[in-house]
């Protein structure tokens, strides 16, 4: 027999992957026809990006940093130049043959498909595990909102999850190629809290799968598998050794660093807030999107908690018919109860959709945990247990706060619930090894009985208890019922509360049975392929369905083809108003702008067409927003004239001929700004940042400063009071990682600049006449320097070490990995040439007669 071709090893699982690829252009079929998702997460980026983007364009070389958010930060922080990621660059340029948001899909699927291969699934159960983490409901929200570099992390971090495993399995060379590549490019998704995520889940793992080798007596293996796992982790690391240096940095100065501020002080609400000069976010902010006991349990009924964030209700809810005889027109009630009913009643702010992972896979996991083998089943179990209770956040209080203050870096990431995502991998895989090791052991429907047993009465039995008293389990209100029905519809808002919380149990009832169905479907598939009822050939592609059946169906409640728009339309949202147009015709140089319409802090609207007062940054400056948080509301023209804010938009006033019609954006031009650079008269030191803080809150930066007396060395001998009269300063060059400004100062005195202060002196640098000067912070945010008497340059550089050091870095490193990675390919390929071809065997003919005596004739015992 001739052994088998590269292809022929191949087909199966070619066929499978083309089969995933098949489900993701089936399920987001509208890509086909020049269609795309709207992904808000996405246009906030965009914008964003936009300065870095054209600069870019126009001169070969990004700037690495951008005015466009929060008065200036960092631009790789949002989009940077890694001229050397040659193993990222490929890989995604193989992705970008098919839709974005095909390809993040696929990827999911294509992960989870590669660790249940190596976990020693066959190919369709591999498919069914890649399916399970594909099309999670928590997945799909996420995709519909635009987190594409979270999605990217969960997929990629399924690889690596493999190449991991056979490392530890003593597939060395195999193993070091899959975790370079897969680690490369999950640092390349750029999403920290999902691979801080997946890494405490591999700490689980190779702990676990360390006893197990220990005890076996292995120590050798498991000696070879850490050591192969610590030089290919240095080596991937340092694939993106750009990114993770300029980022430990960054971070240091974001709201996820230390505060200096120590002392309380007053939120322009009012409120007073206790900043403890602590590394790491506030544990209220942190915690403000967890899962309650009870909402985790969408896990297995999805509507339990009324689903996304508004509508899903039917002309036959009571919601509709509540509606309709209050007067309400019946097609604007049923679009009302179709699009904007408040369904939703759990305690999550903002709520694209449940996170459910699938009733027949919840119940294929549960009973895994009973079946796989041990070491296995013992990392699924954990791993998964640990994500859920990270999602629940501050409803596990005990855990979570202590992990929260001791873990190291756990303080820097907010939205626990985000663990839920990876805990779906989890569940697929255990969900997929359950019946691989059904299989693989031949266990009989006696051998099974009493793990099926407990498993439907954890999950169908839960399900059912749901299904006929869960009406009476929960109250099914909302402490925001009131504020939205009341927003609708004022007073008589509150009339419609019972008729929502009788929709919300049907919700509930309708899905609990639902699970149960499906439950009871796969529990009979499976009863039916171990006592020989049905073959694989039938149970596989039978279980297949549910599972897509299952989750298809209710992911389409949150993301359908509806949710798609023309490209066309995508890009009007970024058209500039008549307000945008009109400022653009100034072109004098660095003004920045301030939208004063909703939060300026949560938008980059403004920052696509101008220099941003505001923005949106999952990191914003410290300093930064300290400034916002506390002086803003009470010193807001004075900050923002420091700011250089020109313009100001605004709500215009409604139009009396159609008061219909919603004012559009108007421009106010701001008089009182002080440009991008001026001389002050009075400077004042302060103790620190509590202070200086407590002073900018009444400052007139006009003519006075503050200024920390840590900087009192920059000031020299500077007295407190100078006259500045006659002195003047003025940009005449513009790039946002490089000013210049003339100078003429009749006298020695202090310049203050319109400009964030970052890492002054080491990152940004300054130059007087081309020689390099020290520079100095300023009203809590800003820069100044004292300016000797003279006409001068002065000319600002931002140049960070650590990002030519990365460079460097990522160069070394991306040439070794493609080697890895080459030669690994090489040595397999060889490998598999030189394997013996099998022989098959051939009947004996005999030339002779038979010189061994035959074997006497067996007697029968004589019974006695």
Not at 26 to 52: C, F, H, N
Not at 300 to 313: A, D
Not at 716 to 737: E, K, V
Not at 797 to 809: E, K, M, S, V, Y
Request: hydrophobic share 45%; proline share 5%.
């Amino acid at each position: 027999m001739n052994q088998p071709t590269l292809f022929q090893r191949l087909r199966p699982h070619l066929i499978a992957v083309l089969g995933l690829l098949a489900l993701a252009f089936i399920y987001l079929s509208p890509v086909m026809s020049g269609k795309t998702l709207t992904m808000t997460d996405v246009q906030q980026a965009v914008a964003s990006a936009r300065e870095i983007r054209e600069i870019g364009q126009q001169t070969g070389e990004k700037p690495l940093w951008t005015d466009a958010v929060f008065s200036g930060m960092p631009g790789y922080m949002i989009d940077f130049n890694y001229p050397y990621i040659f193993v990222y660059k490929a890989v995604m340029g193989v992705l970008s043959l098919v839709p974005n948001t095909v390809a993040v899909l696929f990827m999911i699927m294509l992960g989870a498909y590669l660790l249940l291969i190596v976990l020693g699934c066959n190919v369709w159960l591999a498919a069914l595990g890649g399916v399970a983490y594909g099309f999670g409901t928590f997945g799909m929200v996420s995709l519909e909102a635009g987190h594409i570099s979270k999605l990217y992390a969960m997929g990629f971090g399924a690889g690596l999850l493999a190449g991991i495993v056979l490392i530890l399995r003593g597939r060395y060379w195999v193993g070091a190629a899959v975790t370079g590549l897969f680690m490369c490019m999950e640092l390349g998704a750029n999403h920290i809290q999902i691979t801080y995520y997946l890494f405490m889940t591999i700490g689980l793992y190779v702990l676990i799968e360390a006893i197990s080798l220990f005890r076996a007596g292995k120590t050798r293996q498991l000696a070879l598998g850490l050591a192969t796992l610590a030089v290919v982790g240095v080596l991937a690391a340092g694939s993106f050794g750009k990114r993770l240096l300029v980022l430990n940095q960054y971070t240091k100065e974001t709201i996820r660093g230390t505060s200096e501020l120590t002392a309380k002080t007053t939120n322009p609400d009012g409120k007073s807030a206790q900043n403890e000069s602590q590394s790491g976010l506030d544990k209220e902010y942190a915690f403000t999107y967890s899962y309650s006991f009870a909402e985790m349990l969408t896990l297995l009924v999805p509507n339990i908690y009324g689903g996304g964030p508004g509508g899903g209700l039917s002309t036959d809810s009571e919601f509709y018919k509540a509606l309709v005889n209050r007067g309400l027109e019946p097609a604007q009630a049923k679009q009302f109860a179709e699009l904007g009913a408040p369904t939703y009643w759990g305690d999550l702010p903002i709520v694209g959709g449940p996170a459910y992972a699938g009733a027949a896979l919840l119940f294929l996991f549960m009973l895994g945990m009973f079946i796989i083998q041990k070491p296995i089943r013992w990392w699924l179990l954990s791993a998964t247990l640990l994500l859920l209770v990270l999602a629940m956040g501050k409803y596990l209080p005990a855990i979570n706060y202590f992990l929260f203050d001791y873990l190291p870096y756990l303080n820097k990431f907010r939205a626990m619930t985000m663990a839920v995502g990876l805990a779906q991998l989890f569940i697929g895989v255990g969900a997929a090894l359950a019946i691989q090791t059904i299989v693989s052991k031949k266990l009989t429907f006696a051998q099974l009985r009493q793990p099926l047993l407990i498993s439907l009465g954890l999950t169908a039995g839960v399900a059912l208890i749901l299904a006929v008293l869960g009406s009476t389990l929960f109250s099914f209100q909302s402490a925001k019922d009131a504020s939205i029905l009341s927003s609708y519809f004022g007073e008589a808002g509150k009339e419609f509360q019972p008729a929502l919380i009788s929709d919300r149990q049907s919700m509930m009832r309708s899905d609990a049975f639902r699970s149960l169905i499906l439950i009871l479907l796969t529990a009979g598939a499976l009863w039916a392929f171990i006592t020989n009822k049905i073959k694989a050939a039938v149970f596989y592609p039978v279980l297949l369905a549910i599972v897509v059946f299952d989750l298809f169906s209710v992911d389409k409640r949150f993301l359908n083809n509806s949710d798609f728009v023309p490209k066309s339309q995508i890009a009007q949202v970024f058209e500039p108003t008549p307000a945008d147009e009109q400022i653009l015709q100034d072109k004098s140089l660095g003004y920045r702008v301030f939208e004063s319409v909703g939060d300026f802090m949560s938008s980059n609207r403004t920052s696509y067409f101008h220099r941003s007062i505001g923005g949106y940054h999952a990191a914003k400056l410290r300093r930064y927003n300290e400034l916002v948080t506390y002086a803003f509301q009470p010193n807001t023209f004075n900050i923002l004239n420091m700011l250089n804010a020109k313009y100001v938009l605004q709500n215009g006033q409604p139009d009396p001929s159609n008061p219909q019609q919603l004012p559009g954006l108007t421009v106010v031009p701001n008089p009182e700004v002080l440009g991008a650079a001026w001389f002050v008269g009075h400077v004042q030191q302060v103790n620190n940042a509590d202070e200086e803080i407590a002073v900018m809150k009444t400052l007139n930066p006009r003519d006075s400063v503050v200024v920390d007396k840590r900087f009192a060395a920059q000031l020299g001998n500077l007295p407190a009071t100078m006259d500045h009269t006659g002195s003047t300063i003025q940009l005449t060059s513009y790039r946002p990682d490089k000013l210049i400004y003339n100078v003429n100062a009749a006298r020695d005195g202090l310049a203050v600049f319109s400009e964030i202060y970052y890492r002054g002196n080491e990152d940004w640098q300054a130059f007087v006449d081309d020689k390099p000067a020290e520079h100095l912070r300023a009203d809590y945010v800003l820069r100044a320097m004292r300016v000797p008497a003279g006409k001068h340059t002065i000319e600002f550089r931002f140049d960070p070490p650590l990002a030519r050091l990365g460079d460097t870095i990522d160069l070394i490193c991306n040439v070794l990995l493609i080697a890895l990675i080459g030669f690994v390919i090489f040595r397999e390929g060889r490998s598999r040439r030189s394997e013996p071809v099998p022989v098959e065997p051939q009947p004996v003919v005999p030339t002779s007669p038979d010189p061994v005596k035959p074997s006497p004739k067996p007697t029968k015992a004589k019974s006695r």
